[in-house]
Protein backbone atom coordinates (compact mmCIF):
# COMPACT_ATOMS: atom_id res chain seq x y z
CA UNK A 1 0.00 0.00 0.00
CA UNK A 2 1.60 3.39 -0.66
CA UNK A 3 2.37 5.66 1.83
CA UNK A 4 1.22 9.22 2.45
CA UNK A 5 0.69 11.78 4.74
CA UNK A 6 -3.04 12.25 4.01
CA UNK A 7 -3.07 8.43 4.68
CA UNK A 8 -1.32 9.17 8.33
CA UNK A 9 -3.35 12.44 9.38
CA UNK A 10 -5.89 13.18 11.37
CA UNK A 11 -8.73 15.67 10.50
CA UNK A 12 -9.85 18.13 12.70
CA UNK A 13 -13.32 19.59 11.26
CA UNK A 14 -14.48 23.21 11.95
CA UNK A 15 -17.93 24.73 11.99
CA UNK A 16 -16.58 28.60 12.02
CA UNK A 17 -19.71 30.01 12.89
CA UNK A 18 -19.36 28.03 16.45
CA UNK A 19 -16.18 27.44 16.92
CA UNK A 20 -14.97 31.05 18.76
CA UNK A 21 -16.31 34.52 18.44
CA UNK A 22 -13.55 37.39 18.59
CA UNK A 23 -15.30 39.77 18.62
CA UNK A 24 -18.61 39.61 20.51
CA UNK A 25 -21.07 39.63 18.04
CA UNK A 26 -22.24 36.31 18.77
CA UNK A 27 -20.78 34.47 15.94
CA UNK A 28 -17.73 32.57 15.39
CA UNK A 29 -15.04 34.07 13.38
CA UNK A 30 -11.80 33.34 11.81
CA UNK A 31 -9.93 35.80 14.40
CA UNK A 32 -11.21 33.18 16.65
CA UNK A 33 -10.09 30.11 14.69
CA UNK A 34 -6.39 31.69 14.72
CA UNK A 35 -6.75 32.10 19.14
CA UNK A 36 -7.55 28.81 19.31
CA UNK A 37 -4.76 26.91 16.89
CA UNK A 38 -2.90 26.13 20.47
CA UNK A 39 -5.44 24.38 21.72
CA UNK A 40 -5.89 22.35 18.29
CA UNK A 41 -1.61 21.80 18.39
CA UNK A 42 -2.32 19.87 21.71
CA UNK A 43 -4.82 17.90 20.77
CA UNK A 44 -2.29 16.65 18.17
CA UNK A 45 -4.61 16.89 15.02
CA UNK A 46 -2.45 17.39 11.46
CA UNK A 47 -5.84 19.02 9.33
CA UNK A 48 -8.17 21.61 9.81
CA UNK A 49 -11.31 20.89 7.80
CA UNK A 50 -13.02 24.55 7.51
CA UNK A 51 -16.81 24.73 6.73
CA UNK A 52 -17.48 27.15 4.29
CA UNK A 53 -16.19 30.84 5.12
CA UNK A 54 -16.99 32.17 1.98
CA UNK A 55 -18.96 35.02 1.53
CA UNK A 56 -22.65 34.27 1.63
CA UNK A 57 -26.14 35.22 2.32
CA UNK A 58 -26.94 32.47 4.79
CA UNK A 59 -29.36 30.68 4.59
CA UNK A 60 -28.07 27.12 4.76
CA UNK A 61 -24.87 28.76 7.12
CA UNK A 62 -22.46 29.49 4.08
CA UNK A 63 -23.01 26.07 1.72
CA UNK A 64 -24.99 29.09 -0.10
CA UNK A 65 -21.86 30.98 -1.51
CA UNK A 66 -22.54 34.21 -3.53
CA UNK A 67 -18.68 34.25 -3.87
CA UNK A 68 -16.07 31.82 -3.94
CA UNK A 69 -13.30 34.15 -3.82
CA UNK A 70 -14.23 36.73 -0.85
CA UNK A 71 -14.58 36.10 2.86
CA UNK A 72 -17.91 36.15 4.57
CA UNK A 73 -18.63 39.61 6.22
CA UNK A 74 -19.20 38.01 9.60
CA UNK A 75 -15.99 35.41 9.60
CA UNK A 76 -13.63 38.62 8.80
CA UNK A 77 -11.58 39.74 6.40
CA UNK A 78 -8.77 38.27 3.68
CA UNK A 79 -6.04 39.29 5.72
CA UNK A 80 -7.79 37.24 8.60
CA UNK A 81 -7.67 34.02 6.86
CA UNK A 82 -4.10 34.47 5.27
CA UNK A 83 -3.08 35.07 9.06
CA UNK A 84 -4.93 32.13 10.26
CA UNK A 85 -3.29 29.89 7.14
CA UNK A 86 0.56 31.23 8.09
CA UNK A 87 -0.25 30.63 11.82
CA UNK A 88 -1.54 27.46 11.45
CA UNK A 89 0.84 26.14 8.63
CA UNK A 90 3.74 27.74 11.46
CA UNK A 91 2.59 25.52 13.99
CA UNK A 92 2.64 22.30 11.36
CA UNK A 93 -0.73 21.99 10.34
CA UNK A 94 -2.88 21.91 7.22
CA UNK A 95 -5.98 23.85 5.89
CA UNK A 96 -8.41 21.96 4.25
CA UNK A 97 -11.22 24.36 2.44
CA UNK A 98 -15.00 23.61 1.86
CA UNK A 99 -15.79 22.81 -1.97
CA UNK A 100 -19.12 23.81 -2.77
CA UNK A 101 -19.71 23.58 -6.27
CA UNK A 102 -22.74 21.86 -6.99
CA UNK A 103 -24.80 24.66 -6.36
CA UNK A 104 -24.02 28.07 -5.42
CA UNK A 105 -25.84 30.77 -4.23
CA UNK A 106 -29.09 32.24 -5.86
CA UNK A 107 -27.33 35.44 -4.88
CA UNK A 108 -23.85 34.95 -6.77
CA UNK A 109 -22.98 37.13 -10.18
CA UNK A 110 -23.41 33.93 -12.34
CA UNK A 111 -27.00 33.29 -11.34
CA UNK A 112 -28.02 36.80 -11.09
CA UNK A 113 -27.14 37.25 -15.12
CA UNK A 114 -28.40 33.31 -15.66
CA UNK A 115 -31.79 34.51 -14.26
CA UNK A 116 -31.83 37.67 -15.98
CA UNK A 117 -33.08 36.64 -19.95
CA UNK A 118 -33.45 33.27 -21.85
CA UNK A 119 -30.38 34.25 -24.09
CA UNK A 120 -27.90 35.75 -21.30
CA UNK A 121 -24.58 34.12 -22.07
CA UNK A 122 -24.30 32.63 -18.20
CA UNK A 123 -28.12 30.80 -18.61
CA UNK A 124 -26.81 27.44 -19.23
CA UNK A 125 -24.79 27.75 -15.89
CA UNK A 126 -27.73 26.45 -14.34
CA UNK A 127 -30.90 24.42 -15.05
CA UNK A 128 -33.47 26.00 -16.33
CA UNK A 129 -36.78 24.05 -17.66
CA UNK A 130 -40.47 24.57 -19.20
CA UNK A 131 -43.11 23.41 -16.67
CA UNK A 132 -44.78 20.23 -17.14
CA UNK A 133 -49.01 21.25 -17.29
CA UNK A 134 -48.23 24.04 -15.42
CA UNK A 135 -46.24 22.17 -12.70
CA UNK A 136 -42.86 21.76 -11.51
CA UNK A 137 -40.64 20.13 -14.87
CA UNK A 138 -40.48 16.46 -12.73
CA UNK A 139 -41.24 15.26 -9.66
CA UNK A 140 -37.74 15.75 -7.68
CA UNK A 141 -37.71 16.53 -4.05
CA UNK A 142 -35.18 18.76 -2.35
CA UNK A 143 -33.24 17.60 -0.02
CA UNK A 144 -34.51 20.04 2.86
CA UNK A 145 -38.34 19.57 1.47
CA UNK A 146 -40.66 19.90 -1.10
CA UNK A 147 -40.16 20.14 -4.80
CA UNK A 148 -36.62 20.68 -6.51
CA UNK A 149 -37.84 23.68 -8.78
CA UNK A 150 -38.50 26.61 -7.74
CA UNK A 151 -40.90 28.58 -10.48
CA UNK A 152 -39.37 32.34 -11.75
CA UNK A 153 -40.94 34.70 -13.18
CA UNK A 154 -38.50 36.58 -14.95
CA UNK A 155 -38.50 34.25 -17.79
CA UNK A 156 -41.58 32.18 -16.71
CA UNK A 157 -39.66 29.09 -15.94
CA UNK A 158 -38.14 27.34 -13.48
CA UNK A 159 -34.58 25.87 -12.06
CA UNK A 160 -33.49 23.18 -10.05
CA UNK A 161 -32.17 23.61 -6.70
CA UNK A 162 -31.49 19.73 -5.08
CA UNK A 163 -30.97 21.85 -1.37
CA UNK A 164 -32.95 24.84 -0.86
CA UNK A 165 -34.56 27.50 -2.98
CA UNK A 166 -31.24 29.70 -2.62
CA UNK A 167 -29.04 27.06 -3.64
CA UNK A 168 -29.69 26.57 -7.44
CA UNK A 169 -27.86 24.08 -8.64
CA UNK A 170 -24.89 24.29 -11.36
CA UNK A 171 -24.93 22.63 -14.58
CA UNK A 172 -21.79 20.74 -14.29
CA UNK A 173 -21.96 19.40 -18.75
CA UNK A 174 -21.49 23.32 -19.78
CA UNK A 175 -17.91 23.11 -19.94
CA UNK A 176 -17.92 26.71 -19.23
CA UNK A 177 -18.97 25.72 -15.68
CA UNK A 178 -16.58 23.49 -15.40
CA UNK A 179 -13.53 25.92 -16.12
CA UNK A 180 -15.04 28.39 -13.75
CA UNK A 181 -14.46 25.85 -11.18
CA UNK A 182 -11.35 24.29 -11.99
CA UNK A 183 -9.74 27.95 -12.32
CA UNK A 184 -11.13 29.51 -8.92
CA UNK A 185 -9.92 25.85 -7.20
CA UNK A 186 -6.50 26.68 -8.62
CA UNK A 187 -6.78 30.16 -7.31
CA UNK A 188 -7.00 28.51 -3.85
CA UNK A 189 -4.39 26.03 -4.29
CA UNK A 190 -1.77 29.13 -5.41
CA UNK A 191 -2.96 30.62 -2.10
CA UNK A 192 -1.48 27.78 -0.36
CA UNK A 193 -4.30 25.98 1.26
CA UNK A 194 -4.09 22.25 1.45
CA UNK A 195 -6.55 20.66 0.05
CA UNK A 196 -10.57 19.94 0.02
CA UNK A 197 -13.87 19.23 1.39
CA UNK A 198 -15.80 18.78 -1.53
CA UNK A 199 -19.61 19.25 -0.68
CA UNK A 200 -21.95 16.31 -2.17
CA UNK A 201 -19.80 16.02 -5.05
CA UNK A 202 -21.74 12.92 -5.65
CA UNK A 203 -24.43 14.68 -7.13
CA UNK A 204 -22.84 16.94 -10.13
CA UNK A 205 -23.77 15.02 -12.78
CA UNK A 206 -27.74 14.74 -13.46
CA UNK A 207 -29.78 12.07 -15.24
CA UNK A 208 -29.78 13.25 -19.24
CA UNK A 209 -33.25 14.28 -19.41
CA UNK A 210 -34.20 14.34 -15.99
CA UNK A 211 -36.76 11.96 -15.78
CA UNK A 212 -39.04 11.24 -12.50
CA UNK A 213 -37.40 9.44 -9.84
CA UNK A 214 -39.39 7.12 -7.83
CA UNK A 215 -41.39 8.25 -5.26
CA UNK A 216 -39.91 8.55 -1.81
CA UNK A 217 -42.94 9.11 -0.25
CA UNK A 218 -46.48 10.43 -1.40
CA UNK A 219 -45.71 13.50 -2.47
CA UNK A 220 -41.96 13.91 -4.29
CA UNK A 221 -39.29 11.40 -6.24
CA UNK A 222 -36.40 10.15 -4.67
CA UNK A 223 -33.24 12.65 -4.72
CA UNK A 224 -31.25 10.40 -4.44
CA UNK A 225 -31.49 9.57 -7.92
CA UNK A 226 -29.23 12.41 -9.18
CA UNK A 227 -26.17 10.67 -6.93
CA UNK A 228 -23.41 8.95 -8.62
CA UNK A 229 -24.74 10.58 -12.28
CA UNK A 230 -23.69 9.39 -15.88
CA UNK A 231 -20.46 11.80 -15.95
CA UNK A 232 -19.51 12.35 -12.56
CA UNK A 233 -15.75 10.06 -12.28
CA UNK A 234 -15.26 11.65 -16.02
CA UNK A 235 -15.80 15.51 -14.39
CA UNK A 236 -13.85 14.03 -11.44
CA UNK A 237 -11.00 13.00 -13.38
CA UNK A 238 -10.64 16.34 -15.40
CA UNK A 239 -10.51 18.01 -12.21
CA UNK A 240 -7.94 15.90 -10.81
CA UNK A 241 -5.56 16.01 -14.29
CA UNK A 242 -6.19 20.06 -14.55
CA UNK A 243 -6.09 20.90 -10.92
CA UNK A 244 -5.80 18.60 -7.92
CA UNK A 245 -2.87 16.46 -9.92
CA UNK A 246 -0.55 19.96 -9.57
CA UNK A 247 -0.69 20.66 -6.10
CA UNK A 248 0.42 18.38 -3.16
CA UNK A 249 -3.04 18.29 -1.37
CA UNK A 250 -5.53 16.03 0.42
CA UNK A 251 -9.05 15.59 -1.08
CA UNK A 252 -12.12 14.17 0.12
CA UNK A 253 -15.81 13.86 -1.55
CA UNK A 254 -18.94 14.00 0.69
CA UNK A 255 -20.86 11.23 -1.72
CA UNK A 256 -24.22 11.30 -0.92
CA UNK A 257 -25.58 7.95 -1.68
CA UNK A 258 -22.04 6.57 -2.27
CA UNK A 259 -22.20 2.19 -2.69
CA UNK A 260 -19.28 0.13 -1.93
CA UNK A 261 -18.21 0.29 -5.59
CA UNK A 262 -18.63 3.39 -6.50
CA UNK A 263 -16.53 4.34 -3.92
CA UNK A 264 -13.33 2.40 -5.32
CA UNK A 265 -13.78 4.65 -8.10
CA UNK A 266 -13.90 7.97 -6.57
CA UNK A 267 -11.32 7.06 -4.47
CA UNK A 268 -9.39 4.49 -6.39
CA UNK A 269 -5.60 4.33 -5.47
CA UNK A 270 -4.04 4.84 -8.38
CA UNK A 271 -5.25 8.59 -7.65
CA UNK A 272 -7.23 9.62 -10.81
CA UNK A 273 -10.01 11.30 -8.79
CA UNK A 274 -10.31 11.97 -4.92
CA UNK A 275 -8.35 10.82 -2.20
CA UNK A 276 -11.16 9.10 0.04
CA UNK A 277 -14.67 9.83 0.17
CA UNK A 278 -17.62 10.06 3.22
CA UNK A 279 -19.69 7.41 2.96
CA UNK A 280 -23.05 7.65 5.14
CA UNK A 281 -24.43 3.95 5.07
CA UNK A 282 -23.70 4.14 9.00
CA UNK A 283 -24.74 7.00 10.14
CA UNK A 284 -27.87 6.34 8.44
CA UNK A 285 -28.65 2.91 10.68
CA UNK A 286 -30.13 4.53 13.45
CA UNK A 287 -32.69 6.19 10.99
CA UNK A 288 -36.53 4.59 9.83
CA UNK A 289 -37.25 3.53 6.40
CA UNK A 290 -38.49 6.48 4.59
CA UNK A 291 -36.45 9.08 6.30
CA UNK A 292 -33.38 10.12 8.98
CA UNK A 293 -35.33 11.14 11.48
CA UNK A 294 -36.03 8.89 14.58
CA UNK A 295 -34.95 7.85 18.25
CA UNK A 296 -33.82 4.78 18.20
CA UNK A 297 -30.27 4.31 18.78
CA UNK A 298 -27.40 2.76 16.48
CA UNK A 299 -27.98 -0.75 16.50
CA UNK A 300 -24.30 -2.29 16.65
CA UNK A 301 -24.94 -5.54 15.06
CA UNK A 302 -26.08 -3.48 11.70
CA UNK A 303 -23.07 -1.06 12.55
CA UNK A 304 -20.27 -3.42 12.67
CA UNK A 305 -21.52 -5.90 9.05
CA UNK A 306 -21.38 -1.94 7.56
CA UNK A 307 -18.10 -0.77 9.09
CA UNK A 308 -16.55 -4.09 8.18
CA UNK A 309 -17.79 -4.07 4.75
CA UNK A 310 -16.21 -0.39 4.41
CA UNK A 311 -12.94 -1.75 6.44
CA UNK A 312 -12.37 -4.83 3.98
CA UNK A 313 -13.66 -3.61 0.77
CA UNK A 314 -11.24 -0.52 0.60
CA UNK A 315 -8.41 -2.10 1.82
CA UNK A 316 -5.78 -2.29 -0.67
CA UNK A 317 -7.92 -0.26 -3.45
CA UNK A 318 -9.11 2.56 -2.34
CA UNK A 319 -9.05 4.76 1.48
CA UNK A 320 -11.73 5.29 4.06
CA UNK A 321 -12.72 8.41 5.66
CA UNK A 322 -13.52 6.86 9.63
CA UNK A 323 -15.68 9.30 11.14
CA UNK A 324 -19.10 9.37 13.86
CA UNK A 325 -19.61 13.30 13.83
CA UNK A 326 -19.99 16.23 11.47
CA UNK A 327 -22.03 19.92 11.42
CA UNK A 328 -24.65 17.52 9.84
CA UNK A 329 -24.83 14.50 12.69
CA UNK A 330 -26.45 14.67 15.82
CA UNK A 331 -23.63 13.84 18.72
CA UNK A 332 -22.56 10.51 18.74
CA UNK A 333 -22.57 10.02 22.38
CA UNK A 334 -26.64 10.49 22.23
CA UNK A 335 -26.42 7.52 19.18
CA UNK A 336 -24.12 5.27 20.37
CA UNK A 337 -22.95 6.03 24.19
CA UNK A 338 -24.93 6.97 26.97
CA UNK A 339 -24.63 11.40 27.85
CA UNK A 340 -25.98 10.62 31.72
CA UNK A 341 -23.53 11.73 33.51
CA UNK A 342 -22.53 8.19 34.93
CA UNK A 343 -21.37 7.30 31.49
CA UNK A 344 -20.21 9.87 29.43
CA UNK A 345 -16.97 10.03 29.14
CA UNK A 346 -16.37 6.52 29.11
CA UNK A 347 -18.89 5.99 26.64
CA UNK A 348 -17.38 8.90 24.24
CA UNK A 349 -13.59 7.14 24.58
CA UNK A 350 -15.21 3.53 23.84
CA UNK A 351 -16.92 5.26 20.78
CA UNK A 352 -13.58 6.89 20.08
CA UNK A 353 -11.53 3.74 20.31
CA UNK A 354 -13.71 2.03 17.97
CA UNK A 355 -13.55 4.27 15.76
CA UNK A 356 -9.73 5.34 16.09
CA UNK A 357 -8.07 1.87 15.56
CA UNK A 358 -9.52 1.68 12.42
CA UNK A 359 -7.93 1.83 9.12
CA UNK A 360 -8.91 4.97 7.26
CA UNK A 361 -8.39 8.95 7.66
CA UNK A 362 -10.28 9.70 11.56
CA UNK A 363 -12.49 12.51 11.38
CA UNK A 364 -13.05 14.62 14.70
CA UNK A 365 -15.28 17.41 14.84
CA UNK A 366 -15.23 20.36 17.05
CA UNK A 367 -16.61 19.27 20.25
CA UNK A 368 -16.68 15.24 19.88
CA UNK A 369 -12.97 15.70 21.49
CA UNK A 370 -14.97 17.14 24.93
CA UNK A 371 -17.52 14.49 24.36
CA UNK A 372 -20.56 16.99 24.05
CA UNK A 373 -23.95 15.93 23.75
CA UNK A 374 -27.35 16.84 21.65
CA UNK A 375 -29.06 20.00 23.12
CA UNK A 376 -32.12 19.92 24.78
CA UNK A 377 -34.76 21.35 21.80
CA UNK A 378 -38.38 22.33 23.26
CA UNK A 379 -39.81 23.21 20.35
CA UNK A 380 -39.23 24.19 16.91
CA UNK A 381 -38.28 27.62 17.13
CA UNK A 382 -35.25 26.34 19.31
CA UNK A 383 -34.14 25.16 15.71
CA UNK A 384 -31.71 27.56 13.64
CA UNK A 385 -31.15 25.04 10.90
CA UNK A 386 -33.91 25.22 7.61
CA UNK A 387 -33.92 20.95 7.21
CA UNK A 388 -35.28 20.69 10.61
CA UNK A 389 -37.45 23.83 10.23
CA UNK A 390 -38.84 22.76 6.62
CA UNK A 391 -39.31 18.87 7.36
CA UNK A 392 -41.24 19.93 10.46
CA UNK A 393 -43.78 22.05 8.98
CA UNK A 394 -43.69 19.27 5.92
CA UNK A 395 -44.44 16.37 8.07
CA UNK A 396 -46.48 17.80 10.47
CA UNK A 397 -48.64 20.25 7.19
CA UNK A 398 -48.83 18.40 4.68
CA UNK A 399 -48.08 14.65 5.56
CA UNK A 400 -50.44 14.17 8.91
CA UNK A 401 -47.76 13.86 11.80
CA UNK A 402 -48.60 14.65 15.09
CA UNK A 403 -46.69 17.14 16.09
CA UNK A 404 -45.96 15.38 19.57
CA UNK A 405 -44.83 12.08 17.86
CA UNK A 406 -42.62 13.55 15.01
CA UNK A 407 -41.10 16.64 17.31
CA UNK A 408 -38.78 14.31 19.07
CA UNK A 409 -37.59 12.70 16.16
CA UNK A 410 -36.10 15.99 14.42
CA UNK A 411 -35.06 17.19 17.57
CA UNK A 412 -32.78 13.78 18.46
CA UNK A 413 -31.73 13.92 14.37
CA UNK A 414 -31.61 17.66 14.00
CA UNK A 415 -28.45 18.95 12.82
CA UNK A 416 -28.58 21.60 15.28
CA UNK A 417 -27.30 19.22 18.09
CA UNK A 418 -23.76 19.53 15.99
CA UNK A 419 -24.08 23.49 15.69
CA UNK A 420 -24.23 24.48 19.31
CA UNK A 421 -21.59 26.82 20.40
CA UNK A 422 -17.74 25.16 21.49
CA UNK A 423 -17.88 24.84 25.27
CA UNK A 424 -14.55 26.56 26.12
CA UNK A 425 -14.79 27.04 29.71
CA UNK A 426 -17.13 27.68 32.62
CA UNK A 427 -17.66 31.06 32.20
CA UNK A 428 -21.04 33.06 30.54
CA UNK A 429 -21.64 31.62 27.28
CA UNK A 430 -19.05 28.96 27.49
CA UNK A 431 -16.33 31.02 26.91
CA UNK A 432 -17.41 31.06 23.06
CA UNK A 433 -18.81 34.86 23.36
CA UNK A 434 -18.75 38.05 25.20
CA UNK A 435 -22.04 38.49 23.21
CA UNK A 436 -25.47 36.88 22.68
CA UNK A 437 -24.47 33.66 20.26
CA UNK A 438 -26.05 33.06 17.60
CA UNK A 439 -27.36 29.63 18.17
CA UNK A 440 -28.13 28.87 22.24
CA UNK A 441 -25.47 27.30 24.02
CA UNK A 442 -25.39 23.84 25.42
CA UNK A 443 -26.51 23.72 29.44
CA UNK A 444 -24.10 21.55 30.42
CA UNK A 445 -20.80 23.83 29.13
CA UNK A 446 -20.33 24.26 32.91
CA UNK A 447 -19.37 20.45 33.07
CA UNK A 448 -18.71 19.52 29.65
CA UNK A 449 -15.69 22.15 28.88
CA UNK A 450 -12.80 22.52 27.08
CA UNK A 451 -10.55 23.87 29.90
CA UNK A 452 -11.87 21.65 32.53
CA UNK A 453 -10.85 18.77 30.40
CA UNK A 454 -7.29 20.04 28.79
CA UNK A 455 -6.33 20.02 32.41
CA UNK A 456 -7.57 16.75 33.63
CA UNK A 457 -5.48 13.90 32.94
CA UNK A 458 -8.22 11.57 32.70
CA UNK A 459 -10.36 13.64 30.42
CA UNK A 460 -12.22 12.46 27.10
CA UNK A 461 -9.91 15.48 25.20
CA UNK A 462 -6.79 13.98 26.74
CA UNK A 463 -7.75 10.28 25.76
CA UNK A 464 -8.39 11.85 22.22
CA UNK A 465 -4.99 12.90 22.38
CA UNK A 466 -3.45 9.67 23.03
CA UNK A 467 -5.43 8.60 20.52
CA UNK A 468 -4.00 10.72 17.97
CA UNK A 469 -0.28 10.23 19.56
CA UNK A 470 -1.14 6.65 18.76
CA UNK A 471 -2.03 6.57 15.24
CA UNK A 472 1.27 8.81 14.70
CA UNK A 473 3.74 6.30 16.40
CA UNK A 474 2.11 2.70 14.93
CA UNK A 475 1.72 2.55 11.48
CA UNK A 476 -0.28 -0.73 11.79
CA UNK A 477 -3.07 1.86 13.30
CA UNK A 478 -2.63 3.53 10.12
CA UNK A 479 -1.99 0.65 7.65
CA UNK A 480 -3.28 -2.78 9.31
CA UNK A 481 -5.71 -5.22 7.70
CA UNK A 482 -8.84 -5.45 9.60
CA UNK A 483 -10.74 -8.56 10.76
CA UNK A 484 -13.89 -8.62 12.94
CA UNK A 485 -14.39 -10.92 15.46
CA UNK A 486 -17.87 -11.47 17.12
CA UNK A 487 -19.73 -10.34 14.53
CA UNK A 488 -23.40 -11.35 15.97
CA UNK A 489 -22.61 -10.20 19.44
CA UNK A 490 -25.38 -7.12 19.77
CA UNK A 491 -23.34 -5.28 22.68
CA UNK A 492 -19.46 -6.23 22.02
CA UNK A 493 -17.63 -4.56 18.91
CA UNK A 494 -14.14 -6.45 18.71
CA UNK A 495 -11.58 -6.31 15.67
CA UNK A 496 -8.27 -7.11 14.75
CA UNK A 497 -5.58 -5.43 12.85
CA UNK A 498 -2.54 -7.33 11.44
CA UNK A 499 0.73 -5.58 9.56
CA UNK A 500 4.27 -7.50 9.07
CA UNK A 501 3.00 -9.98 11.75
CA UNK A 502 2.09 -7.23 14.00
CA UNK A 503 -1.39 -7.40 15.90
CA UNK A 504 -3.92 -5.25 17.21
CA UNK A 505 -6.71 -6.54 19.51
CA UNK A 506 -9.18 -3.41 19.88
CA UNK A 507 -12.03 -4.25 22.23
CA UNK A 508 -15.28 -2.48 23.13
CA UNK A 509 -18.40 -2.34 25.27
CA UNK A 510 -21.11 -0.43 23.31
CA UNK A 511 -23.76 -1.77 26.93
CA UNK A 512 -23.90 -0.60 30.42
CA UNK A 513 -23.77 -4.56 31.06
CA UNK A 514 -20.62 -6.27 32.41
CA UNK A 515 -19.50 -8.68 30.13
CA UNK A 516 -17.34 -11.56 29.68
CA UNK A 517 -14.63 -11.34 27.63
CA UNK A 518 -11.43 -12.94 27.36
CA UNK A 519 -8.09 -11.87 24.79
CA UNK A 520 -6.74 -14.84 22.95
CA UNK A 521 -3.51 -16.26 23.78
CA UNK A 522 -1.54 -14.26 21.20
CA UNK A 523 -2.40 -11.02 23.39
CA UNK A 524 -1.57 -12.06 26.55
CA UNK A 525 1.90 -11.22 26.60
CA UNK A 526 1.18 -8.02 24.55
CA UNK A 527 1.02 -4.56 25.81
CA UNK A 528 -2.04 -2.24 26.56
CA UNK A 529 -1.94 0.77 24.56
CA UNK A 530 -4.46 2.52 25.32
CA UNK A 531 -7.81 1.65 27.92
CA UNK A 532 -10.76 3.87 28.76
CA UNK A 533 -10.75 2.42 32.76
CA UNK A 534 -7.03 3.54 33.92
CA UNK A 535 -5.01 0.42 35.53
CA UNK A 536 -7.90 -2.39 34.98
CA UNK A 537 -6.78 -5.99 34.70
CA UNK A 538 -7.79 -6.73 30.70
CA UNK A 539 -6.80 -10.38 31.02
CA UNK A 540 -9.16 -10.54 33.96
CA UNK A 541 -12.19 -11.69 32.28
CA UNK A 542 -14.62 -8.59 33.32
CA UNK A 543 -15.49 -5.91 30.60
CA UNK A 544 -16.99 -3.28 32.77
CA UNK A 545 -19.78 -1.02 31.03
CA UNK A 546 -18.53 1.02 28.15
CA UNK A 547 -15.28 -0.50 28.80
CA UNK A 548 -12.78 -0.40 25.88
CA UNK A 549 -8.92 -1.04 25.24
CA UNK A 550 -6.03 -2.30 22.84
CA UNK A 551 -3.65 -4.86 22.86
CA UNK A 552 -0.86 -4.69 20.95
CA UNK A 553 1.35 -7.64 19.91
CA UNK A 554 4.52 -8.03 17.35
C1 LIG B 1 -23.74 19.01 2.43
C2 LIG B 1 -23.35 19.81 3.64
C3 LIG B 1 -24.60 20.36 4.27
C4 LIG B 1 -25.27 21.26 3.28
C5 LIG B 1 -25.52 20.54 1.95
C6 LIG B 1 -25.84 21.51 0.86
O1 LIG B 1 -24.48 17.90 2.75
O2 LIG B 1 -22.59 19.03 4.52
O3 LIG B 1 -24.34 21.03 5.47
O4 LIG B 1 -26.49 21.70 3.80
O5 LIG B 1 -24.40 19.83 1.52
O6 LIG B 1 -24.70 22.27 0.52
CA1 LIG C 1 -17.62 37.31 15.60
Not at 285 to 314: C, H, Y
Request: hydrophobic share 35%; charged share 30%; aromatic share 12%.
Amino acid sequence: MKKTWWKESVVYQIYPRSYADSNGDGIGDINGITSKLDYLKLLGIDVIWLSPVYKSPNDDNGYDISDYEAIMDEFGTMEDFDRMLSEAHARGIKIVMDLVVNHTSDEHEWFLESRSSKDNPKRDYYFWREGRDGKEPNNWGSWFSGSAWKYDETTDMYYLHLFSPKQPDLNWDNPAVRKEVFDMMTRWCEKGIDGFRMDVISLISKPAGLPDAPLMNELYGDCGCTANGPHVHEYLQEMNEKVLSKFDIMTVGETACVTLEEAKKYANSEGTELNMVFQFEHVGLDGDAEFKWSTRKMPLVPLKENLTKWQKGLDEVAWNSIFFCNHDQPRVVNRLGDPSDEYREVSAKCIATCLHMMQGTPYVYQGEELGMTNYPFQSVKDFNDLESINAYYELTEKMGWKPSEIFPKIANKSRDNARTPMQWDDSPNAGFTTGKPWLAVNPNYKKVNAAEQVARADSVFNYYKKLIELRHKYEIIVYGHYDLQLAEDPELYVYTRELDGKKLLVVCNFSDNEREFMPDEEFRNGEVLIQNYEGSDVFDGILSPYEAYVIYTE
